[in-house]
Structures are given as C-alpha cells and as structure tokens.
C-alpha cells in the first residue's frame, strides 16, 4: 500500500467514509457510506453523480508534425477532427492488438491532448516519445499537474454552470470548451463513461479541492469505482484489461469502427488487415442471463454444453432485471447456440442481446 499514489482529493474521499482500495497504482474509493447501489441509482434516477478519476492520464501532442504523427500511432482519422472535438481511438503495437484505448482532444492544428488509461500510463508515454522521434512534435506526460473529474447525470450540467464562465450548454456530445473554471482554468468536455448526459473536467491539482466541494454543495453525489463499474457494464463500454487487451486486435473487440484502414499507413495496420482476412479468432458478445445467478468476470461460458469463452464484464444490472455480461466465446458461437454461463458448478441458461443494456441518455 505504501508505494500506491493518491490523487490531490485523498484526503476528501477519507472525510466521506470512502472505502480505500488499490487501483491501477492509486488509492481511490471503491464505495461511500451508504454504498454502490446508492451511487449508481444516484446518477441513473436524475442526480448527478461525482467521480475522481485523476488516475487517468494526460498527454499533449505539439508541433508542426501532429496530425501526421496521430494519424500514424492512432487508429482513428485524427484528419476528421474540428478544433473542440473529441474522439474515441486507440493505441496498437505492431501485432494490431492493444496498448491502450484513448480520446483524443484536437485543440488546434498543432496541438492535441490525449487522455489515456491510468494502469497504462508510462507504457503509452514511453511508446508515444519514441515513435515521436520520427516526426516534429514534442510528447508531453502532464499527468501529475491535472486533476480529472468525472460529472454525470441529469443534473450535471445545472451543477457546474455554477462554477464555470462559459456556456455549457454550447457544448455538443464529444465537443469540449476551455475555460474559466472556478479560480482557474481548464477544459470540460461533454464526454463520460456511464451512458448518462455529463463532462469530464480537466483542471490543475491546486484547485482540485475546491471544485470538488463546490460541486458536492450543488448536491453532486460523490461515486466510487464499484458503481463507476457497473454504470460502465450497463453500457457496454469496452475497458482495458477486460474487453481489449494485448491479446485481441479490434477485429476480436468490435472496434473497427475506430480503426479507419482507408485512413493510410498506422502502427499495427497490417497485422489487423491480416486478422479481418482471415477472420477474427475470438468473438466479444454481450450475454443476458435467463436463469437467475450474477455472472463475473472469468466465469465460462458454454454453447451447446461445449465451454466456448469466459466472461470479461458482468453484474446484476437493476435497470435490465437480471445478470448481464460482456464475453469472448468461439467465432461460430457468436450467433448460433443455446448459450450458459457456469456459477457456481451450475450451468445459467443465457440468451445473446445487444448493448447498451440500458437505455442510453447521453445527450447527441
């Protein structure tokens, strides 16, 4: 524990009763007092749920040569971008499968922002300067100075126009703006990572504490990473280390739709082009059991009584009435075959279905 690092709001997460794990090198809260459940149904049933998500990491792209060196390390066509728009992409290693998923910020023509996961953060860095060297832009890892905080939830917008000088309201769905926020400045983007209308916002560490409280005073509900779990699985939102990892390529994932091969040359092209030829040899499904039982991750899953993948995400999703799951099963099970997944020693009936689990109401 004592080599785990803590965000600027530790000390705040201790003051609500947070319960402290590990996380992707960090000590964040899992949960409050009054408990996972409570914080989710906080954030789907018209509050607005808080979430501290600094352990998330940030780098800035600069330089004449930006958008050839994105264009190259990235799989989505950063040429699409306007300035003020966000985009879904990813990081790929020679092989087509992933080091990292990331949003990339287009500020302006030569200078870029990316957010990147926590536990891959010197990975992605390391990677991202070398490759640099072949282009004109300087890699800047800005990690330690920001502080990110997650907003979402019906009333996320009313809370932080409180506390920003600018329009949120001007915002479109994956469009960010900059600006004054609180006695500082920063960026909010119209982005998150549980289905619900709300932003993310980026701002330096010294007045990470303020902006905190200030928005639990507009009655924000503080979240650990528990309910943040299952607002994700609900969605059906890919995570790093579950759904796409170093060991699939998109074409396994279902991420081609941000892997533009039209686009030109990119790290791992090739080898993705070669896996869509020849047809991807696993296939993520999203499952729903029949049967009651909660399915998690690792559990197996059969097709026809023949163990065909394991489970990447799952829960007992309120909104949906029963277990929900995320799972990798055998190419020729993913449309075809009386699907169940083991709990227990027990085999659940499970049905395929499609994601979102739950409706959606991110605003577009």
């Known amino acids: 524990m004592t080599d ?57 792209i600069q330089g004449k040569g930006a958008l050839n060196f994105l264009q190259y390390v990235t799989t989505n066509d950063v040429s699409k971008l306007v300035d003020g728009q966000v985009q879904y992409s990813a990081l790929l290693n020679e092989q087509g499968t992933f080091i990292d998923d990331i949003t990339t910020y287009k500020i302006d023509d030569e200078n870029y922002y990316l957010c990147i996961n926590a536990a891959n953060r010197y990975k992605d860095v390391v990677h991202l300067q070398t490759e640099a060297a072949n282009f004109d832009v300087t890699v800047t890892d800005e990690s330690d100075d920001t502080t990110l905080l997650a907003l979402q939830g019906a009333k996320a917008q009313a809370a932080l126009q409180t506390i920003v000088g600018f329009d949120l309201e001007a915002i479109g769905y994956y469009k960010f703006a900059r600006g004054q926020i609180s006695s500082s400045g920063g960026i909010v983007s119209r982005t998150g990572y549980t289905g619900e209308d709300g932003f993310e916002i980026y701002i330096p560490n ?26 994700r699985t609900e969605m059906g939102y890919a995570l790093y280390g579950h759904e ?18 039209d686009k030109g040359d990119f790290i791992g092209k090739v080898a993705v082009e070669k896996r869509k030829a020849e047809g991807a040899q696993k296939k993520l499904i999203a499952l729903k059991l029949v049967g009651r039982g909660i ?13 065909s993948g ?22 020729e099970h993913m449309t075809e075959g009386q699907l169940a997944v083991e709990i227990r020693g027990k085999q659940i009936e499970a049905e395929r279905t499609k994601t979102p689990f739950v409706r959606s109401n991110v605003r577009k």
């Open 295 to 307: 399915p998690r991750e690792h559990y197996k899953v059969f097709v026809d009584g023949e163990e």
């Open 206 to 231: 010294s007045i990470a504490v303020d902006v905190w409280n200030a928005l639990l005073e507009q009655g924000a509900v503080p979240i650990g990473l528990a309910a943040r779990d299952m607002l």
């Open 244 to 261: 796409i990892s170093d060991v699939v390529t998109p074409v396994e994932a279902k991420l081609m739709w941000i892997t533009k091969l």
């Open 310 to 331: 394991e489970i990447t995400s799952g829960m007992f999703s309120p909104l949906a009435g029963g277990g929900v799951a995320l799972a990798y099963v055998k190419p």
């Open 4 to 60: 785990l690092l803590k965000t600027p709001l530790f000390d705040e997460h201790v003051k609500l009763g947070g319960k402290i794990v590990p996380f992707a090198g960090y000590e964040l809260p899992v949960q409050y007092k009054n408990g996972a459940l409570k914080e989710y149904t906080a954030v789907r049933d018209g509050e607005a749920g808080i979430f501290d998500i600094t352990h998330m990491g940030q780098v800035r």
